[in-house]
C-alpha cells in the first residue's frame, strides 16, 4: 500500500478548491503520480502483478459566506 499525502494537499481548506494555489497543488499531485505510474509501466513484473486504485478522501465545494448552507433542511 502506498498512500500519497502532501500537508499541501489541504490548499483547497485554505485558498478554496478554485484557487491558483489548489492548482499548482493539483499540478504537483498530478506529476507525482504520473511518475509513479512510469516507473510501474517501465517495470514488466509490476505491469503483471501490480494492480493501482486510486482514490479520495472527498470532493470540496465553493461556499457562499453570505448564503450560508442550513444543514437541518437537508
Do not use: R
Amino acid at each position: 500500500m502506498f498512500l500519497l499525502k502532501l500537508i499541501k494537499f489541504i490548499q483547497g481548506h485554505w485558498h478554496g478548491p478554485i484557487s491558483s494555489e489548489m492548482n499548482q497543488t493539483l499540478k504537483q499531485c498530478d506529476d507525482y503520480l504520473g511518475e509513479i505510474l512510469k516507473i510501474i509501466d517501465d517495470d514488466q513484473y509490476l505491469k503483471d502483478n501490480l494492480n493501482v486504485i486510486i482514490t479520495s478522501d472527498h470532493g470540496m465545494e465553493t461556499i457562499d459566506k453570505a448564503s450560508p448552507l442550513k444543514l437541518e433542511a437537508h
